[in-house]
């Protein structure tokens, strides 16, 4: 058998959203399909599929294979990697890092956007449905693993699951969420349980990394097309695993946007946008006691007094948690988060972001996992990820992206880590203005209320303590220790 030194390089066409990253690639196909090379795009969404084959030459030899034309996506696209009986397979990040890598071999690899590389599923379990977890798993130190001799039950239930799920006359006994766990296990990923809540519940959580690294080394040529790469998840990740860039031919120029941008942070300047500060209620009391009696939160005031100062129909990206039910129809367009390829909006110039990115508890917890596998941290990656680099694709579905616009955009961004990002990429001439801040109720952030227990924790991280013997010295729940631990390693590194 012949060895082939793995692929570690990725060429990545890194340029602003809008600029033409798309179409530089396709310009450049025809040469490459000459030269004798076979092409596989990976696109994140469905949606953008019509889009890009709807820009191809008509004498492009070109093959979709995804779920909207295929029942057995991935027996499809490995019999076309095999027989590349088509110059150009167009599919989903998702079925292609499903394949074998080994597949990839003799292929060129074209990633429109940056693939997720990282999951971090986390559910609270009842204790009935903990012990149908028990059944085949066992809890040691914290973690959940296979029960000795239960591998092939556990295969057997995700089977059913499956054809359950997919109509047939049975009946499991997993929920959706157990189903995923149980794949979890299955796969190899770590599977960790988090001690009782005052409900009785118990999270179980894991960390799902990706294997795209595997199908990156296979291919002859990876090329990878994205607005940011640097300081990402995927940037984390990529180092882990040892891979090196170099600039894609399929970079496009970018002269910079044109139009005038003013961005209005919604929260004052120092604080950072936050789902309990959203839900808090504009007058004394708890949220959900103010909204039994009418009060409005903090979420809906920002939106009224925001709406005060649009003109057309601005876009607003929000969370689902952010009910708005009071909102008129067509008052606003209402977009998803993950706003690549939603291009129909081109000519409002507004925007509004009130959605989060910050790691929650479990989501904390495995960072911290992450950070003591690979001694590295992984914090501000997750946030360019998870906040940063979805509020710039957000921005940019205005007529920002419009060259010939001459009307002046507004941005109503969360709050000045956003405004910054935004600067320091690729809005270096707009203006920061913090008037919006001045008009919201946003009420004190009790988590800023020093709790007398830090300056105990402190001293335990300073010696070196896990986080299972502090939360036995201090009573401290064990999710509120990493959020701790990087406020204190800030005040070290001060």
Known sequence: MINIAPNKVIHTAVSAPGAGKTQALIAQIPSLLSAGRSIVLALPTLGLTESFVSRLPASLPYRVINSTNCDHVGTELMAALKKKESLVIITTHQSIFAVRANLLRGWTLVVDELPPVVDFPAFPFEPSELAQLFVNSMERDGRLYIREGCAGAIETSLATFKAVSAGAERTSMLSKEGARIFECLKDGHPVFIDS????????????????????????????????????????????????????SDFTPAFDGYTSIVTIYPVMPEGRNYSKSAMLMATQEGSAIDQQKQGERLVIDEILREVLKQTSGTPLLFSNSWAGFRWLPRRTVHRCSIDSRGLNEYQGETDAILLFGGNPSPSDQLALEFLSEKYGREFHQGFMVTRLLEPSLQAVTRTAVRDRSNTKPIQLFVQDGRVAEYLVSSYMPNAVINWSAAEICPVGEDRRKTQDPRRVQVYQLFAEGKKNAEIVRLTGVHRNTLPSWREDWKLGQAA
């Not at 894991?206 to 296979?218: I, L, Q």
């Not at 002859?220 to 180092?239: C, I, K, N, P, R």
């Open 196 to 247: 009782e809540i005052p409900n009785g519940n118990r999270y179980v959580r894991s960390v799902v990394e990706s294997n795209c690294w595997d199908t990156f080394a296979a291919a002859e040529e990876v090329h990878v097309l994205a607005a940011s790469v640097v300081g990402t998840q995927f940037d984390d990740f990529a180092q882990v695993h040892g891979f090196t860039y170099v600039r």
